[in-house]
């Protein structure tokens, strides 16, 4: 194994996102891997193979040691998770699904009108009602807000109002530099049972992100209903790992 020095180390731990995560061991109540896609660890340069396992490895040890809780998505090119499992972490392997907007074309029509507003105070004030039938308190979208407004990430609501009603609303986020659009599913009040609703928002998405972005990251891949779905656009699916430490 190769060995950095704890400078080297420290100086690229501390561009992660995960310094901002200490809300985990603050209550416990916040979940932050819903407002992560799974490849939100990307250090500043890439390194061979071997020495960014190395890096890996000796950051999530590092991050065992300081924190009680912790529950994350890997990145979508960690092949190997054995070493996570001899630091004592839980690992289970998901699923996502890639459009790619070179190739896709929007599958559904709609005179339904959509929007995209920011993740914000006011957007959910606004949206209260919705989030009161879906039984969401306002003290915890306030607690989520403030995790949100902690992350690297620009977090922006879709909302389909069918009838003057909101009626389907999910979460997605940019990075800077990434050209990928992320749609965090786990957050969704709606997830595929909405499928339809949801479908009308994916090619919304599709027909107004490719001057900006390259693919759609679904978010979801785990059940057949979910891969039927998903392969209304040709999507690819993409396996990742997610870890979870059993203190």
Sequence with gaps: MV???KKYCAEEI???PFAQLSYLTQGGQIDAQSFLPYN???FKNRF???KEADLYFQYFKKLKAAYKHIELKLPIQFKDARPLTWLGFEVTQHYSYLIDL???SHAISTQDHIT???FNAENIAQLMPYFDKHHFSNEVLQDQLALVNSLPFRYQL???YQQNECCFTQLICTKENDLTLYILNEWNTNQIKSAVFQAKCISHLIQNARSAFQFIDLGIGNTYEEMVFANQWQAQCKSYFKIKNNQ
């Design 3 to 5: 060995n950095f020095s």
């Design 14 to 16: 501390s561009k992660e």
């Design 40 to 42: 939100f660890i990307t």
């Design 48 to 50: 061979e193979a071997h």
């Design 102 to 104: 070179n190739s896709a």
């Design 116 to 118: 995209i507003m920011d």
């Design 158 to 160: 879709q909302v389909m």
